[in-house]
């Protein structure tokens, strides 16, 4: 059964930081693509970063210069380290694994097999 479990979340001010982690169980973690969505309450989930099985990393242009994606294959956890964060980026942010997918799959929740219960990021000014 294949488990992704997010941390990390929490309040924080304008320009601060945070960072997420999303351990994994149940999968090959080495062989999947894995990635952060985020979504606000009235809005559509919308792809933050993902990081493929080779390393390789994309990010929403909203994001870039800001975000890291990143995996450490011996904890089986994928991190996202947020910085110079914007109220505008307050949402329930979501760890989600699949098979092989294309860096366009950022774009695509749909696409992914297997999503965490998210964890909260408040921004505040």
């Known amino acids: 059964q294949v488990k992704l479990e997010e941390s990390g979340g929490g309040s924080v001010q304008a320009g601060g930081s945070l960072r997420l982690s999303c351990a994994a169980s149940?999968?090959?973690?080495?062989?999947?693509?894995m990635g952060w969505f985020r979504q606000d309450s009235d809005k559509e989930r919308e792809g933050v970063a993902i990081?493929?099985?080779?390393?390789?990393?994309t990010y929403a242009d909203s994001v870039k210069g800001r975000f890291a994606i990143s995996k450490d294959h011996a904890q089986n956890t994928v991190y996202l380290q947020m910085t110079s964060l914007k109220p505008e980026d307050t949402a329930m942010y979501y760890c989600?694994?699949?098979?092989?997918?294309?860096?366009?799959?950022?774009?695509?929740?749909?696409?992914?097999?297997?999503w965490g219960q998210g964890t909260q990021v408040t921004v505040y000014t």
């Open positions: 990081i493929a099985s080779d390393g390789s990393a």
């Open positions: 149940g999968i090959y973690f080495s062989g999947v693509c």
């Open positions: 989600a694994a699949a098979v092989a997918l294309p860096h366009w799959a950022l774009k695509v929740p749909n696409a992914w097999q297997y």
